[in-house]
């Protein structure tokens, strides 16, 4: 029996069995609910079918409604005709068989039906709340009464998908499978066992009590990393309203708090974030049948902070890692360093004391290079200057496999300067991880002139199986991250010349949503770290604007929390920035010498002088072909510099504000301070045409 081209209706003896396929996961895209309610109906209008079993073609059961459909003027199906209500509604039983995700609107199906079971790899969630908006499908309703009323409010406040073995634990499921059942099979078989019980146990029957007090305790809990997002509130009430209402009543509750949040801002900006994660895997001008390699044996050369958390990266997801460093003394310093910070985890309590035992077993220090030469990629990690990088890289080349691909984790080098000391050159690109390595999910994948498609696409793979969002730069200084940062951090030290404080700038940075104010957050790198970039681009650059403000405290050994001194002071052996007068002081000083006028400014003014200078050397980046889109940039700077995510990203935010507003801005900034804000190209033509940042067509990759 074939029904719509999304569900079809099979039947298994006296089961009917109702198969979604819409790849290439089964979103509840067009036609795709109304095709499940066309099967159940017939289903039940069969006198030869006794129960139904719901499951899903290919990859996964459900993954949730249609992301792109929100937004859009697509109609949903109204309370009382939904899947859900023609679930509850239904005489005979529903089984959904759940393997891959049972997701959002694809967790709200399940719960709808009267059994669920699962094999052991499915994960449930109901994740909504990541996109800015709550379960709209009775999640927030079914939950609480299915696996309790703190279960739930966890699960949705959070978004986390839950293993099967747990979720059976929490209620959720009925049964999980055993390792390699047939998901089809078994789940007839369970669809023939309950075929005859009677009342069916449907879950909006049940009851969700719970104690009024928590609904409080979660909202507090939340307050810091939930500022100024309204999802996560909303999720909170639609839970409680679940405890207060009766079952009918919660649902027009949750579809209410569902309508306040679906065409909001933060919705939206969370949407297109969801969307330029994935778009950022695709690298649009290689062969499109290049393959990434695979790799089973890593290596990372040098034991430094970088060193031990990109092994950790390797160790976390499960690759036996071999590591090692110039001297003894640095491997052994580097182990311990890595045992501590999986310590810390463990007290935490974020990590078991087992697992961190099975992690430190995976990662094996090496004394040299004759035990990594069998080694199918490495990764180098040695001190950043190109004088120290290119011996390794010349006795890589010698040593290793001429097969082996050679990565280096510099943040600003030449890479093909570096590349050039090898005879593999199209073996090699540069692995760009951001600090703490195994805590920063962006791993920016850096493109000499040389390196082949697969070296590009293996290093691109290698990063998302170590848990990393792999975005593709170009070589250029900075590369992408951190040259499209460079202003930013020049401006924000600029600011204090003219009258701000640093105090005052990381309030409007915090309050903006970023989780530490820019100068906390120098203080924590090491202000020594700028110091030595600054002087380079200033060798190198006659026009170069020096910074010197941020010089002085250098000078005067204020290299951040590791001196007890920076930006802020810092009580020992604690890391809370204190406002500091001998730097107010300072920056008076200095900013007199530069006989610099004083002035006050307002929050948006700071917030706009470092973002914009930022959205500015955006437009060059992408002007020069140094990055396939703006929304890659936007990726970059979610996930390496702590960007609100609820916010997009720095171009979808500057969209939000208008490009020829933010043009106009940069303009007569130009005619204030001069060069540092010279419009680029690509700005001015954008704001000639009216287009959005987020449709500009840079340069071909170069
Ligand atoms: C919801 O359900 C609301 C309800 O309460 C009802 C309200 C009325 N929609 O991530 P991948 C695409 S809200 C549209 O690379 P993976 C994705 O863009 C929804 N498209 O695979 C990609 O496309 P492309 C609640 C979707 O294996 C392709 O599928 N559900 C959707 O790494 C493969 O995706 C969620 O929030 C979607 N729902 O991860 C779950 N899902 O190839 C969102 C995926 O063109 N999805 N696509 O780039 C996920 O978290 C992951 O995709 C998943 C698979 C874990 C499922």
Redesign the pocket.
Known sequence: MTDSPVVRLEKDGAVGVIIVNYP??N???PGVAEGIIDCLNQANNDASIKAMVLMGDG??FI????????GTNRK?LPIGERTYDVMDQSPKPIVAAIH??A????L?NAMGCHYRIAVPSA?VG???V??G?????G?TQRLPRLAGVQTALEMIVS?R?VPAPEALKLGILDEVLPEGANLRAAAVAYANKIADVRPLPRVRDREAKANPGIFDAMRKSIARRARNQKAPYNCILAVEAATALPFEDGMRREQEL?EELVNADEAKALRYA??AE??V??LPDLPADVKPRDFTDPAVIGAGTMGGGIAMSFADFGYDVKIMDATQEGLDRGMERIRNNYATSVKRGSLAQDEMERRMARIHPVAGYDDIKDCDVVVEAVFERMDVKKPVFAKLDEVMNPEALLFSNTSALDMDDLASVTKRPDKIAGTHFFSPANVMKLLEVVRPSKASPETLATAMAMGRRIGKISAMAGNTDGFVANRSRAPFNSEMVILLEEGCLPEQVDKVMIDFGYPMGPFAVGDLAGLDIGAEGRKRRAAANPNYRTLPIADKLVELGRFGQKTGAGWYRYEKGDRTPHPDPEVAAIIKQVSAEMGIAQKTFTDTEILRRLLFSSVNEACRILEEGKAYRASDIDVMWLHGFGFPRYRGGLMFWADGIGVRDVYNQIASWHQQYGERWAPSALLRRLAEANTPFREAKPAPFA
């Open positions: 290439p996961v979103a509840l895209g990859r996964s993954a949730g409604a249609d992301i792109r459909g929100f949903r891959g995700f997701l959002g609107g694809g709200e994960k109901l994740p909504e990541l996109i908006i709550l379960p709209g499908g999640g978004g998908h569902f969801f969307f994935r778009e895997a695709k």
